[in-house]
């Protein structure tokens, strides 16, 4: 408790509420503003390192970069991964996880592979419509279940994924399909380049500003922080939080069944196995892109670098002659070394108004 | 002084009852607030103040009686209704998002919005450099909620309030939690929204607050409206005498118990700003009454005497044996019990059986070769079960589906059965029915009786005089008052309790 003050205040003398609360507006320009925040966010600095990690590569071998192949598998290796950690970061914003992306990218992958084989002639379009309503579906099941069920999306969403998953073995058995079964022009898909930029690579990018730009400017874009940042306060701002949470795992689920597509497009073969085990790739990435697990902050931006980045690191790796253990060790000490930062900053920025509090009062 | 009770009133309640089951929270509430005034709710915990608020903002529906906002007759069904109809509670600890802006925070839901529904931050912010312009208060409006302090979240909320066009703000014990510069800062806004014209409802158990800022002053007690008066007509004897003016009903079967040596000794107990330099004693057979408001820091003192609790100083011993500070373990073997307040999230397992709940501490001596059988703890459990008059049909009923007064019973023979010397019950019957709660007096009055010593929190004034033989009062984690059972009134209670700080200062 504060030591007795004198509660009679001359007005306009001593200190003044506003010396004692050290909350001031800040003094700076607009212009440095924006400056002085983009230089201490989180994105830039992952931003930083992958840039790091992609000098030390070039430097060993600068065919990591500097070549047709090399270029072309830095820009779309990490695509697919990017697409599943945009929506995975939406997801993590609210206070939510969903573990389901890999099944449900399994599912569309195959439903793609039936599609072309079942249906010849149809339009790749409309192949890419259902498959993305399909991930729809499958992330609104999600989402109703987490919404309703009072019941964490942790363990939901590693029900569905195993669920998923069944219904893709029990589909497709050890069936497999192959490019053969495909038109070439939607395998075309996966390799063409537009300006030396894959593809993929630009419709991940479009997906990304698109939804970048929806969470930083629209009301409701904002209302998934606030439900993330705190569940209760938002139903008490009468915030329609069971609507945001399904929209948030709907867009993950249509994010995934995308990625399914275009994995058939890219690798021309598609299995019961695929994506397994990449939807953890997915929340490493958002959590290593400074989104906080807990929620309520962190950005879209953030996630894709981290994407970008824990796909690079992995290329990068084995060209500098580090073994295969060694690898996944280093995105292991990549993501607690996040949280670690994210803790150590928040402890230092909370002591230092509470000590500017404590010397003021 | 006259003006403000002339016009129609902004805020209009007549004979507003409301009951939670079998307990009757509000029994005739009225309160009429005009615009331009600042109006004090004052009353003694428990006298109605905050089922008045919460009907009044929503949370609550009335079963009976008149509600008038500027005349018109209203009913609302959530906190949205209220806040549509420019009603505002500013509650003790506002809830905000800390990850996002303060300016956020105050638009969150509403954002101002530009050409193609984009969020206008520009617009935003100037608008909350603006209100915090209009406050008087130098905010930021650009950094995040997370860190400031509850004075500087009460204005984020003040200034959505005002936003929100609210012509009636409710404060429900906002001073609480502040220091003094942060009160006088909030004074000063409260009294810039009283000269806009807004009505606001002020409730604070300080009474220099009270008469420092408030016109007008309404007292509560037992769920009914007493009166309402001018503060410049009324004094703090006057005010207090209204809110306790009851007779101590003969509901206390207080037994004359022999009181014998000292059990428990503290000896200057601190924690930094949760309590200062407690000392007391409580000896064999007798019950010490801990009095004082909500928020006074009697369970913090007596989680720290159990060890629940750290302290930075001081020493607590027990039949002269010192005991460790931070071991509740430590505590219970020396022979101290702790009923808790909240007894279902820490009293209880409200999942298991009578049985397992009452052998829970006892179950390292029930154990054999490290193993507990259901036979053994229903041996132990019989007894005290029985003793206590636990209605339970079997004593492997589980505690979730039984009365508020028989889960008290329960967590009662937990602690019984361990045979303590010392029993430290904070708010012995909250949510006890009448019935019930004579019992648990009953109880007590007999334990005393056995050469037990007790320590006994309770809001309960009436309680408080009837059961205890000496009454210690708490005010801001001071001991005010050390009172025998002669000299324990309820006015000399009461004024120990709403002491301020400046008075020890000197």
């Known amino acids: 408790m504060t030591p007795p003050t004198e509660v009679t205040h001359a007005d306009g003398s001593g200190a003044t509420a506003s010396e004692v609360l050290l909350v001031q507006p800040s003094t700076l320009s607009p212009a440095r503003r924006t400056i002085t925040g983009l230089l201490r966010s989180r994105e830039l600095s992952i931003f930083m390192v992958l840039i790091a990690v992609t000098i030390v590569a070039t430097a060993k071998n600068e065919n990591f970069l500097f070549s047709a192949d090399g270029w072309r598998n830095f820009l779309v290796n990490p695509s697919l991964l990017l697409l599943l950690a945009v929506g995975q970061a939406v997801v993590v914003i609210t206070r939510n996880v969903d573990l389901s992306v890999g099944s449900i990218m399994a599912l569309t992958a195959y439903l793609t592979g039936r599609l072309f084989i079942d249906q010849p002639g149809l339009p790749i379009i409309a192949v890419f419509a259902l498959c993305l309503l399909a991930g729809a579906l499958l992330g609104l099941v999600n989402g109703l279940l987490v919404a309703y069920f009072n019941v964490p999306s942790l363990v939901i969403t590693l029900g569905t994924l195993y669920i998923y998953r069944g219904i893709v073995l029990s589909w497709a058995g050890s069936d497999r399909v192959n490019a053969g079964d495909m038109p070439s022009d939607f395998l075309a898909l996966g390799n063409k380049a537009f300006l030396t930029i894959p593809v993929l690579t630009i419709i991940s990018l479009v997906v990304l500003a698109v939804v970048g730009y929806y969470l930083h400017t629209a009301r409701t874009g904002r209302e998934f922080y606030a439900i993330g940042s705190d569940p209760d306060a938002a139903v008490l701002y009468g915030l329609d939080v069971r609507r945001r949470i399904i929209t948030a795992f709907v867009l993950s689920g249509a994010l995934a069944g995308l990625v399914g597509v275009l994995y058939t497009a890219r690798y021309g073969t598609v299995s019961s196995g695929v994506g397994s085990g990449i939807e953890l790739q997915a929340v490493a990435a958002v959590v290593i892109g400074g989104v906080a697990i807990f929620g309520g902050s962190g950005t879209v931006w953030g996630a894709a670098i981290g994407a970008f980045l824990l796909v690079t690191i992995n290329r990068a790796l084995p060209s500098l002659g580090i073994e295969d253990f060694w690898q996944r060790a280093v995105v292991g000490v990549l993501i607690l070394g996040a949280i670690v930062l994210d803790r150590v900053l928040s402890k230092r920025q909370e002591s230092k108004l509470a000590d500017a509090r404590e010397l003021s009062a | ?506």
Not at chain 2, 11 to 25: C, I, M, T, W
Not at chain 2, 209 to 221: G, K
Not at chain 2, 279 to 289: A, M
Not at chain 2, 484 to 495: F, Q
Request: aromatic share 4%; charged share 25%; proline share 4%.
């Open chain 2, 1 to 506: 002084m006259t003006q403000i009770t002339e016009g129609t009133p902004v805020l209009e309640l007549r004979d507003v009852s409301k009951s939670f089951g079998p307990v009757q929270a509000l029994a005739a509430g009225s309160l009429r607030v005009h615009a331009g005034s600042i109006h004090a709710l004052v009353g003694e915990n428990g006298a109605g103040k905050s089922t008045l608020v919460k009907i009044v903002a929503g949370v609550h529906r009335r079963d009976s009686g008149v509600f008038e906002l500027g005349g018109e007759p209203v009913d609302f069904g959530s906190t949205s209704d209220s806040k549509a109809a420019g009603v505002a509670v500013i509650y003790q600890e506002p809830t905000l998002f800390p990850d996002l802006s303060v300016t956020e925070n105050i638009f969150m839901g509403r954002q101002l919005v530009g050409a193609g529904r984009r969020i206008d931050r520009a617009a935003m912010y100037a608008e909350a450099a603006a209100l915090f312009g209009r406050l008087g208060v130098d905010l930021d409006p650009r950094r995040l909620a997370r860190g400031l302090s509850i004075a500087d979240q009460q204005i984020i909320e003040i200034a959505k309030a005002i936003s929100l066009q609210a012509r009636l703000l409710i404060m429900d014990e906002p001073t609480a939690a502040l220091s003094g510069i942060e009160v006088e800062r909030l004074f000063a806004v409260t009294r810039t929204l009283r000269d806009e014209g807004r009505a606001l409802v002020f409730i604070s158990h300080r009474f220099d607050e009270v008469f420092a800022l408030c016109d007008t002053v309404s007292v509560m007690r037992d769920g009914a409206y007493i009166a309402t008066v001018p503060t410049a007509a009324t004094t703090e004897s006057q005010i207090v005498s209204q809110m306790v003016g009851r007779e101590v009903a003969e509901l206390f079967p207080k037994t004359a118990a022999e009181v014998g040596e000292v059990v428990l000794e503290v000896d200057g107990l601190n924690s930094p700003g949760v309590f200062h330099d407690v000392s007391f004693t409580v000896r064999r057979g007798e019950i010490v009454g801990l009095a004082g408001l909500v928020g006074a820091g009697r369970s913090e003192i007596a989680r720290a005497i159990f060890g629940v609790d750290g302290y930075d100083s001081g020493s607590v011993r027990l039949s002269g044996k010192a005991i460790p500070r931070g071991r509740p373990r430590a505590a219970i073997d020396a022979g101290m019990a702790f009923v808790p307040e909240d007894r279902r999230a820490q009293g209880l397992v409200t999942d298991a059986s009578v049985s397992h709940n009452v052998a829970s501490v006892i179950r390292g001596a029930l154990a054999r070769v490290g193993l507990l059988t259901g036979s053994a703890e229903n041996r132990a459990a019989g007894p005290w079960a029985g003793r206590l008059e636990v209605k339970t049909n079997a004593l492997d009923m589980t505690a979730r589906t039984m009365s508020g007064g028989n889960q008290q019973k329960v967590v009662l023979a937990k602690w019984l059965a361990t045979e303590p010397e010392l029993l430290i019950i904070d708010e012995p019957t909250r949510g006890i029915d009448v019935g019930t709660k004579a019992e648990v007096h009953r109880i007590l009055s007999e334990l005393a009786g056995q050469g037990l010593g007790i320590l006994m929190i309770s809001s309960e004034l009436p309680e408080v005089l009837g059961m205890a033989d000496r009454v210690l009062v708490v005010c801001e984690g001071r001991i005010t008052a050390d009172l025998s059972r002669d000299e324990a009134t309820p006015d000399a209670v009461m004024h120990a309790a709403t002491r301020h700080e400046e008075e020890f200062a000197s």
